[in-house]
C-alpha cells in the first residue's frame, strides 16, 4: 500500500510536469505532440507503413496465370514466390524483436524493414522486366525479410502513442489498411498488367507499380520515425519497445496444450494461404470465370476479414469460449474447402464463409497461448509458433504447386482438406484434454472475469508488487502486441493496465 | 520467334471448274455465314462456318447434283441446340454429304525437339475468320488479323482419297490446308501441331456436348469436357470425340498427362515422310458404323521454311466409340478422404463418449462424496 501512495505521488509530478510541457508549447495542434489530432495524424502515417507491404504479398496470385506465361515457369516454381517470403521469418520471428529493442531502435528498425520490403520488391520487378525468374525469387526473399518484422514494427508504435481504448480502434484501423492493401492488389493488377500489353515488360511494368507504393510506404516509415523522435524529445518520453523476450529454454516447459495449439496453428493457416496463392486459376477454369471476376473473390477472405476480424473480436472478448469458437471456425472453412472441391455451387459462398471463419479462428486461436503459459514466457512462445507457421507456410506452398501440376485441383482440395482434418482433430483433442482439466480455454467471459478478480485478491492478500511497478507494462506490451495482430477487442480489465503501461511510456 | 509460313499439304481431285457464283448468305443472324457455290453441271458445294455452338467448326456440304440456294434451309434452332449436322434441310430427294471440321492449334516447347512440354491449345475460332477465295473446288477461311488461313477443299471423286485423312464411309473425302503465316507465340523452340477433327455423317446426328467434372486429377487444371457426339436415328451412341481444353501456360503437361483413353483402339499411327509436308494420321474405323471420326494430328516444328518431322504426337483429345469414357477418382484419392473424414468424425464421436462418461463419472463421485 505505501508503495501505491509512493506511485501516486510520482505519477502526479508527472503529470504536473506534463501540463507544464503542454502550456508551454507554442504551434499548431496538428503539431502539437500533446494534442489528439497530432496522434490521429501519426496514426495515419503509420496505417500505410504496412500498406505496401500487403500489398506486394499477393502480387504473384493476383497475375498467376502472367507469372507462369512470362517467367515461362510451371505452378510448383510459381509457388516458390511465396515459400521464398517465409523461410526467413522461420528465423526472423526469434530475432526481429530483439534487433529493434536492441541494435536498431524502434524507428531504424521499421525504416530498415521497410526498406527491405522495397528493395525486395524492386529487384523482383527488375527480374519480371528481364524475365529472370532466379532475380524475381532473390526479391522475394529480400522481402521477406523486410515484411513480417514491419509488422511488429507498426503496433509497437501504435501501443507507444495510444492507450486504453485508442488501442482498440487503431489496431482495428492498422489491420484494416493492410486488408485493404491485399484486396487492392487482387483487383487492380491485372488491370495494370493489362495496361502495360503483354509479355515480361508488362509483368515487369505491374510489378514496378508495388514497388512505387512500397516506396510510398518507406516514406512513411521515414515520416513516422521523425515524427516519433520529435514527440519523445517534446513529451520526455523513451523509445517504443517491442518488449519481446525469447528465451528458448522456456521450451521444454511448455504444455502439450501449447504443442496442440501450434499443430492447429500450422495445420489451419497452410489450408488457408497457399490455397488464396493457387485459388485464381481454379476459379477461371472450374467455373468458367474471366480473370477480373476471379480476381474479385480471391479478394474476399482479406475484405471479409477487415469487417469481420473486429467484429469476432469482440464477440469471443464478450463470450468467451475461445476453443469452441477456433473449432467452429476450423470446422466452417473445412465445408468451404468441400463446398469448392466437390460441387460446382458459385464459388463466391465458399470464399465467403473462408472468409468469416478465418477470422475466427484468428480471433480465436491465438490468445489462448496466454491462457496456458504464464506472461514472461508468452515472447518466446508466440516467436515459436510464429516460426513453425512460417515453416510450415513454406514447405507446403511448395508441395501445393507441385500438386497442381502433377495432380489437379482436386488433389490440391483434398490435401487442404486433410490438413484442416488434422487441426480439427487437434482441436478436439484440445477440448477433450481441456474438459478433463481445469477447462481454462473454454471459460466463458464471466468465468474469466470471477477468475481475474480472485487472482486480483489473491495477490493483493500476499502483497505482491502492483504490475505497473515492475515489467508489467512490458508483459502487457507483448500480450497487446500478439493479440493487436488480430484486431482483437482489450478486455476493459486489462484497458486499464493498458493506460498504466501507455502512461508510463509516454510520460516518462 | 515468329514462325515461318508451314503448309500441310492436301491432294485432291479438281472438279471441273467453268464458272463460279459466290454468296454470302447468312441464314441465322449472328450464327451461321454460309458461302454458297452455284456451278452448272457439278454438284452444288457449301461452306458453313457454325459460331453459335460453342464450338467453332466448319462444315462442308455437298450435294449430289445441282441445287439452288432457294431449294434448301438451315435449321437455325438445330445450330443453336449444338448440332452440327441436319442443320442444312435439303431438298427432297436430294442426296448430300455433310461434313464438320474442328481444328485447334496445338502448343509445345522444351528444351530439345525430343521432349515437349505442352504449353497451349488454341482453339481456332470461326468468329475470326473470314471466307476468301472460293473457288468451285475450295474455300478459303482466312482470319482477320490474316496469320492463319484453312483451305478446305473437296474431292467429288468416288472412292478414298489417297492422301490423309481418310474418309472410309463417304464417297467423298476432305483435305485440309493449313497456311500459317506470321504467327508468333512466346516460348524458344516450340512446335505447333494442328488436330483436326472430321466427321462424316451420313444418317447420323452430331451434337456438341459440354459437361464438366470435378475430377481433373487426369488433366489437371482441366474441368471441362467437349464432346462431339454422334448418334444414329434410332439415339444410340456411335462415336465420338472428346477433349478438354487446356489452360493457357497454367500447367506444364506431359504427354501422358492428357485425356487419353482408348488409345489401344486406335488404328497404328501411319507416318508418311515423304512430302515436305509430314503427317501423322490416327484414324479410328467401327465397323457398321455410318460415321467415322477422323482425327488428324499434324506436328510440325520451325526451321526456317520447312516443316520438319516430330516425334511427338499431341494427344489432346480421345476419340471411340459410343460415349466418352469419364475417368473416376483414382483409389489413392478415394482413400485419402475416407481417411481424413473418417478419422476426424470417428475421433468426435470418440471423444463425446469419453467426455459424457468423464463427466457421468465426476457426478457419481461428487454425489458419493456428499
Given at each position: 500500500?505505501?508503495?501505491?501512495?509512493?506511485?501516486?505521488?510520482?505519477?502526479?509530478?508527472?503529470?504536473?510536469?506534463?501540463?507544464?510541457?503542454?502550456?508551454?508549447?507554442?504551434?499548431?495542434?496538428?503539431?502539437?505532440?500533446?494534442?489528439?489530432?497530432?496522434?490521429?495524424?501519426?496514426?495515419?502515417?503509420?496505417?500505410?507503413?504496412?500498406f505496401?507491404?500487403?500489398?506486394?504479398?499477393?502480387?504473384?496470385?493476383?497475375?498467376?496465370?502472367?507469372?507462369?506465361?512470362?517467367?515461362?515457369?510451371?505452378?510448383s516454381?510459381?509457388?516458390?514466390?511465396?515459400?521464398?517470403?517465409?523461410?526467413?521469418?522461420?528465423?526472423?520471428?526469434?530475432?526481429?524483436?530483439?534487433?529493434?529493442?536492441?541494435?536498431?531502435?524502434?524507428?531504424?528498425?521499421?525504416?530498415l524493414?521497410?526498406?527491405?520490403?522495397?528493395?525486395?520488391?524492386?529487384?523482383?520487378?527488375?527480374?519480371?522486366?528481364?524475365?529472370?525468374?532466379?532475380?524475381?525469387?532473390?526479391?522475394?526473399?529480400?522481402?521477406?525479410?523486410?515484411?513480417?518484422?514491419?509488422?511488429?514494427?507498426?503496433?509497437?508504435?501504435?501501443v507507444?502513442?495510444?492507450k486504453?481504448?485508442?488501442?482498440?480502434?487503431?489496431?482495428?484501423?492498422?489491420?484494416?489498411?493492410?486488408?485493404?492493401?491485399?484486396?487492392?492488389?487482387?483487383?487492380?493488377?491485372?488491370?495494370?498488367?493489362?495496361?502495360?500489353?503483354?509479355?515480361?515488360?508488362?509483368?515487369?511494368?505491374?510489378?514496378?507499380?508495388?514497388?512505387i507504393?512500397?516506396?510510398?510506404?518507406?516514406?512513411c516509415?521515414?515520416?513516422?520515425?521523425?515524427?516519433?523522435k520529435?514527440?519523445?524529445?517534446?513529451?520526455?518520453?523513451?523509445?517504443?519497445?517491442?518488449?519481446?523476450?525469447?528465451?528458448?529454454?522456456?521450451?521444454?516447459d511448455?504444455?502439450?496444450?501449447?504443442?496442440?495449439?501450434?499443430?492447429?496453428?500450422?495445420?489451419?493457416?497452410?489450408?488457408?494461404?497457399?490455397?488464396?496463392?493457387?485459388?485464381?486459376t481454379f476459379?477461371?477454369?472450374?467455373?468458367?470465370?474471366?480473370?477480373?471476376?476471379?480476381?474479385?473473390?480471391?479478394?474476399?477472405?482479406?475484405?471479409?476479414?477487415?469487417?469481420?476480424?473486429?467484429?469476432?473480436?469482440?464477440?469471443?472478448?464478450?463470450?468467451?469460449?475461445?476453443?469452441?469458437?477456433?473449432?467452429?471456425?476450423?470446422?466452417?472453412?473445412?465445408?468451404?474447402?468441400?463446398?469448392?472441391?466437390?460441387?460446382?455451387?458459385?464459388?463466391?459462398?465458399?470464399?465467403?464463409?473462408?472468409?468469416?471463419?478465418?477470422?475466427l479462428v484468428?480471433?480465436?486461436?491465438?490468445?489462448?497461448?496466454?491462457?496456458?503459459?504464464?506472461?514472461?514466457?508468452?515472447?518466446?512462445?508466440?516467436?515459436?509458433?510464429?516460426?513453425?507457421?512460417?515453416?510450415?507456410?513454406?514447405?507446403?506452398?511448395?508441395?501445393?504447386?507441385?500438386?497442381?501440376?502433377?495432380?489437379?485441383?482436386?488433389?490440391?482440395?483434398?490435401?487442404?482438406?486433410?490438413w484442416?482434418?488434422?487441426?480439427?482433430?487437434?482441436?478436439?483433442?484440445?477440448?477433450?484434454?481441456?474438459?478433463?482439466?481445469?477447462?481454462?480455454?473454454?471459460?466463458?467471459?464471466?468465468?474469466?472475469?470471477?477468475?481475474?478478480?480472485?487472482e486480483?485478491?489473491?495477490?493483493?492478500?500476499?502483497?505482491?508488487?502492483?504490475?505497473?511497478?515492475?515489467?508489467?507494462?512490458?508483459?502487457?506490451?507483448i500480450?497487446?502486441?500478439y493479440?493487436?495482430?488480430?484486431?482483437?477487442?482489450i478486455?476493459?480489465?486489462?484497458?486499464?493496465a493498458?493506460?498504466?503501461?501507455?502512461?508510463?511510456?509516454?510520460?516518462? | 520467334?515468329?514462325?515461318?509460313?508451314?503448309?500441310?499439304?492436301?491432294?485432291?481431285?479438281?472438279?471441273?471448274?467453268?464458272?463460279?457464283?459466290?454468296?454470302?448468305?447468312?441464314?441465322?443472324?449472328?450464327?451461321?455465314?454460309?458461302?454458297?457455290?452455284?456451278?452448272?453441271?457439278?454438284?452444288?458445294?457449301?461452306?458453313?462456318?457454325w459460331?453459335?455452338?460453342?464450338?467453332?467448326?466448319?462444315?462442308?456440304?455437298?450435294?449430289?447434283?445441282?441445287?439452288?440456294?432457294?431449294?434448301?434451309?438451315?435449321?437455325?434452332?438445330?445450330?443453336?441446340?449444338?448440332?452440327?449436322?441436319?442443320?442444312?434441310?435439303?431438298?427432297?430427294?436430294?442426296?448430300?454429304?455433310?461434313?464438320?471440321?474442328?481444328?485447334?492449334?496445338?502448343e509445345?516447347?522444351?528444351?530439345?525437339?525430343?521432349?515437349?512440354?505442352?504449353?497451349?491449345?488454341?482453339?481456332?475460332d470461326?468468329?475470326?475468320?473470314?471466307?476468301v477465295?472460293?473457288?468451285?473446288?475450295?474455300?478459303?477461311?482466312?482470319?482477320?488479323?490474316n496469320?492463319?488461313?484453312?483451305?478446305?477443299?473437296?474431292?467429288?471423286?468416288?472412292?478414298?482419297?489417297?492422301?490423309?485423312?481418310?474418309?472410309?464411309?463417304?464417297?467423298?473425302?476432305?483435305s485440309?490446308?493449313?497456311?500459317?503465316?506470321?504467327?508468333?507465340?512466346?516460348?524458344?523452340?516450340?512446335?505447333?501441331?494442328?488436330?483436326?477433327?472430321?466427321?462424316?455423317?451420313?444418317r447420323?446426328?452430331?451434337?456438341?456436348?459440354?459437361s464438366?467434372?470435378?475430377?481433373?486429377?487426369?488433366?489437371?487444371?482441366?474441368?471441362r469436357?467437349?464432346?462431339?457426339q454422334?448418334?444414329?436415328?434410332?439415339?444410340a451412341?456411335?462415336?465420338?470425340?472428346?477433349?478438354?481444353?487446356?489452360?493457357?501456360?497454367?500447367?506444364?503437361?506431359?504427354?501422358?498427362?492428357?485425356?487419353?483413353?482408348?488409345?489401344?483402339?486406335?488404328?497404328?499411327?501411319?507416318?508418311?515422310?515423304?512430302?515436305?509436308?509430314?503427317?501423322?494420321?490416327?484414324?479410328?474405323?467401327?465397323?457398321?458404323?455410318?460415321?467415322?471420326?477422323?482425327?488428324?494430328?499434324?506436328?510440325?516444328?520451325?526451321?526456317?521454311?520447312?516443316?520438319?518431322?516430330?516425334k511427338?504426337?499431341?494427344?489432346g483429345?480421345?476419340?471411340?466409340?459410343?460415349?466418352?469414357?469419364?475417368?473416376?477418382?483414382?483409389?489413392?484419392?478415394?482413400?485419402?478422404n475416407i481417411t481424413?473424414?473418417?478419422?476426424?468424425i470417428?475421433a468426435?464421436?470418440?471423444g463425446?463418449?469419453?467426455?459424457?462418461?468423464?463427466?457421468?463419472t465426476r457426478?457419481?463421485?461428487?454425489?458419493?462424496?456428499?
Amino acid at each position: 500500500m505505501g508503495g501505491n501512495s509512493g506511485s501516486d505521488d510520482a505519477k502526479k509530478e508527472l503529470k504536473s510536469t506534463r501540463d507544464d510541457d503542454e502550456s508551454n508549447y507554442k504551434g499548431c495542434n496538428l503539431c502539437n505532440p500533446f494534442h489528439w489530432s497530432h496522434r490521429f495524424m501519426f496514426l495515419f502515417v503509420t496505417c500505410f507503413l504496412s500498406f505496401g507491404n500487403y500489398f506486394v504479398y499477393d502480387n504473384p496470385a493476383a497475375l498467376q496465370d502472367q507469372f507462369k506465361e512470362d517467367l515461362n515457369i510451371n505452378t510448383s516454381q510459381f509457388m516458390l514466390t511465396y515459400s521464398l517470403y517465409s523461410w526467413p521469418n522461420v528465423f526472423l520471428c526469434f530475432v526481429g524483436g530483439f534487433l529493434m529493442d536492441k541494435v536498431l531502435g524502434l524507428r531504424w528498425g521499421a525504416i530498415l524493414f521497410a526498406a527491405l520490403v522495397t528493395v525486395g520488391q524492386c529487384v523482383s520487378a527488375v527480374g519480371a522486366q528481364t524475365g529472370s525468374y532466379p532475380l524475381v525469387l532473390a526479391g522475394r526473399f529480400i522481402f521477406g525479410l523486410g515484411g513480417e518484422n514491419l509488422a511488429v514494427a507498426q503496433n509497437t508504435y501504435a501501443v507507444s502513442w495510444f492507450k486504453g481504448k485508442e488501442l482498440n480502434m487503431v489496431f482495428g484501423l492498422q489491420l484494416s489498411f493492410s486488408r485493404v492493401g491485399s484486396t487492392v492488389n487482387m483487383n487492380i493488377m491485372k488491370p495494370i498488367y493489362d495496361a502495360f500489353g503483354e509479355g515480361d515488360h508488362a509483368l515487369g511494368g505491374a510489378l514496378w507499380i508495388g514497388g512505387i507504393i512500397c516506396v510510398f510506404s518507406l516514406l512513411c516509415a521515414l515520416l513516422a520515425g521523425w515524427l516519433d523522435k520529435r514527440a519523445a524529445r517534446i513529451l520526455k518520453r523513451g523509445d517504443g519497445e517491442t518488449g519481446e523476450v525469447i528465451q528458448l529454454k522456456d521450451i521444454l516447459d511448455f504444455p502439450v496444450s501449447f504443442w496442440l495449439m501450434c499443430v492447429i496453428c500450422v495445420a489451419y493457416y497452410v489450408a488457408v494461404f497457399p490455397f488464396i496463392g493457387l485459388a485464381l486459376t481454379f476459379y477461371q477454369q472450374k467455373w468458367g470465370l474471366i480473370q477480373s471476376t476471379a480476381s474479385t473473390i480471391n479478394s474476399l477472405v482479406y475484405v471479409i476479414s477487415a469487417v469481420a476480424s473486429p467484429a469476432f473480436g469482440y464477440l469471443v472478448d464478450k463470450t468467451g469460449r475461445n476453443l469452441s469458437w477456433c473449432i467452429l471456425g476450423i470446422i466452417a472453412t473445412l465445408f468451404s474447402h468441400m463446398l469448392l472441391a466437390y460441387t460446382f455451387v458459385n464459388p463466391y459462398a465458399g470464399v465467403i464463409v473462408m472468409g468469416f471463419a478465418y477470422s475466427l479462428v484468428a480471433c480465436a486461436l491465438w490468445p489462448m497461448v496466454a491462457y496456458v503459459l504464464p506472461e514472461h514466457q508468452l515472447g518466446t512462445a508466440y516467436g515459436f509458433m510464429q516460426a513453425l507457421q512460417n515453416l510450415g507456410l513454406a514447405v507446403i506452398s511448395m508441395v501445393a504447386g507441385m500438386i497442381v501440376d502433377d495432380n489437379g485441383y482436386l488433389w490440391l482440395e483434398m490435401f487442404f482438406c486433410a490438413w484442416l482434418c488434422l487441426s480439427l482433430l487437434c482441436g478436439v483433442l484440445l477440448f477433450f484434454m481441456d474438459a478433463a482439466g481445469s477447462g481454462i480455454l473454454n471459460w466463458s467471459a464471466e468465468e474469466r472475469a470471477k477468475q481475474d478478480k480472485e487472482e486480483e485478491k489473491r495477490s493483493l492478500l500476499t502483497n505482491e508488487p502492483e504490475p505497473t511497478q515492475i515489467l508489467a507494462a512490458t508483459n502487457q506490451q507483448i500480450r497487446l502486441r500478439y493479440m493487436s495482430r488480430l484486431n482483437i477487442p482489450i478486455p476493459k480489465e486489462q484497458s486499464v493496465a493498458i493506460r498504466h503501461s501507455a502512461g508510463v511510456g509516454v510520460l516518462k | 520467334m515468329r514462325v515461318c509460313v508451314l503448309v500441310v499439304t492436301a491432294v485432291v481431285a479438281l472438279a471441273t471448274c467453268t464458272q463460279a457464283t459466290t454468296q454470302v448468305y447468312q441464314p441465322c443472324a449472328g450464327q451461321a455465314d454460309a458461302v454458297l457455290l452455284a456451278q452448272p453441271g457439278v454438284p452444288s458445294q457449301y461452306v458453313f462456318t457454325w459460331s453459335g455452338v460453342g464450338l467453332p467448326t466448319f462444315g462442308i456440304t455437298s450435294f449430289k447434283q445441282p441445287v439452288d440456294a432457294k431449294d434448301f434451309s438451315v435449321n437455325c434452332s438445330r445450330l443453336a441446340e449444338g448440332y452440327v449436322s441436319d442443320v442444312v434441310v435439303t431438298p427432297a430427294g436430294v442426296e448430300d454429304h455433310q461434313s464438320t471440321t474442328l481444328a485447334s492449334l496445338i502448343e509445345f516447347s522444351g528444351p530439345t525437339l525430343d521432349k515437349g512440354e505442352f504449353v497451349r491449345r488454341t482453339i481456332l475460332d470461326t468468329l475470326t475468320f473470314k471466307p476468301v477465295n472460293m473457288t468451285s473446288s475450295s474455300a478459303t477461311l482466312v482470319s482477320t488479323d490474316n496469320l492463319i488461313a484453312v483451305t478446305m477443299e473437296v474431292n467429288t471423286k468416288s472412292g478414298i482419297s489417297k492422301t490423309n485423312p481418310h474418309n472410309f464411309f463417304a464417297t467423298n473425302s476432305f483435305s485440309v490446308d493449313l497456311v500459317i503465316s506470321g504467327y508468333t507465340y512466346n516460348s524458344t523452340k516450340s512446335r505447333l501441331a494442328m488436330e483436326i477433327v472430321t466427321t462424316t455423317l451420313e444418317r447420323s446426328v452430331v451434337r456438341i456436348e459440354q459437361s464438366r467434372d470435378i475430377n481433373d486429377e487426369y488433366s489437371p487444371s482441366i474441368f471441362r469436357r467437349t464432346t462431339l457426339q454422334s448418334t444414329d436415328n434410332t439415339g444410340a451412341n456411335e462415336a465420338h470425340h472428346a477433349w478438354k481444353p487446356v489452360v493457357f501456360g497454367n500447367t506444364t503437361r506431359k504427354s501422358t498427362n492428357m485425356t487419353v483413353s482408348f488409345i489401344g483402339e486406335l488404328a497404328a499411327l501411319d507416318y508418311s515422310p515423304a512430302n515436305t509436308y509430314p503427317q501423322h494420321i490416327i484414324t479410328a474405323s467401327y465397323d457398321g458404323a455410318r460415321t467415322a471420326m477422323n482425327v488428324v494430328n499434324v506436328t510440325f516444328s520451325t526451321k526456317g521454311d520447312k516443316a520438319t518431322a516430330e516425334k511427338i504426337i499431341a494427344w489432346g483429345s480421345i476419340v471411340g466409340p459410343g460415349k466418352p469414357f469419364v475417368p473416376a477418382m483414382s483409389t489413392t484419392l478415394l482413400a485419402t478422404n475416407i481417411t481424413s473424414y473418417g478419422v476426424t468424425i470417428f475421433a468426435f464421436i470418440a471423444g463425446s463418449i469419453y467426455l459424457l462418461v468423464l463427466r457421468a463419472t465426476r457426478a457419481t463421485h461428487s454425489s458419493q462424496t456428499v
